[in-house]
C-alpha cells in the first residue's frame, strides 16, 4: 500500500499558498525508514523539514527547486 508525502501547511495563514521543495535528502528509489528526513520545504521566509510518515521505497514526484502548493503531493513511499 503506497503512502503519498504532502507538502505541509506551514501556517494557517499561509494554507493553501504556494512554497518551494528547497532539498531533496533522499534519492528517487531510496528505502526510507519511518520518521526518516526526506526534504525541506519553505514558504515566504518560513523553513520546514518534511519527515518520512512510514517506511519504504521513496518516489519523488516533485524536484529541488519547483514550487508546490501547500497539502500537494511532493512523494509516494510503496
Same mark, same amino acid.
Do not use: C, F, L
Given at each position: 500500500m503506497s503512502s503519498l508525502v504532502l507538502f505541509p501547511a506551514l501556517s494557517k495563514e499561509t494554507a493553501g499558498a504556494e512554497g518551494v521543495l528547497a532539498t531533496w535528502f533522499?534519492?528517487?528509489?531510496?528505502? &526510507?525508514?519511518? $520518521?526518516?528526513l526526506l /526534504? +525541506? &520545504?519553505?514558504? $515566504?521566509?518560513?523553513? /520546514? +523539514? &518534511?519527515?518520512a510518515p512510514v517506511g519504504g521505497v521513496v518516489h519523488l514526484l516533485v524536484a529541488e527547486e519547483e514550487v508546490v502548493r501547500q497539502g500537494a503531493p511532493i512523494a509516494r513511499i510503496d
Open positions: 533522499v534519492s528517487d528509489g531510496a528505502t &526510507v525508514a519511518a $520518521d526518516q /526534504a +525541506e &520545504v519553505q514558504v $515566504d521566509k518560513v523553513a /520546514a +523539514e &518534511v519527515p
